[in-house]
């Protein structure tokens, strides 16, 4: 091996770390930006899964509310009889 090829395998070496390094930390930069979006993510289905189960519980009372106003066995709230015969009076 001649002196010329140490230098050029040096060189070669040194050459491809530095690109190396390059890459490497333009994956850190990548993962790094994953990480924040993944955090946001998180958030955000924490903040849908909470309303998920907000409209839930509201949709559970309303569905009660219409069950007790379509049970014929419960009478109108406003205490109304139905009309025999047309016209009262």
Do not use: F
């Not at 040194?14 to 990480?35: F, P, Q």
């Not at 849908?48 to 309303?62: F, G, N, P, W």
């Not at 106003?69 to 109108?76: A, G």
Request: charged share 30%; with cysteine; net charge positive.
């Amino acid at each position: 091996m001649n002196p010329l090829d140490i230098i050029e395998k040096w060189i070669t070496e040194h050459g491809s770390a530095a690109i190396l390094r390059e890459r490497v930390a333009i994956l850190k930069d990548h993962v790094a930006g994953l990480e924040r979006e993944n955090s946001a993510l998180k958030d955000q289905l924490a903040e849908c899964q909470a309303r998920t189960k907000e409209l839930q519980s509201q949709a559970d009372v309303l569905r009660e509310k219409i069950k007790a106003l379509t049970d014929p066995r419960v009478s109108p709230a406003w205490g109304s009889q139905p009309r025999i015969g047309g016209r009262m009076g």
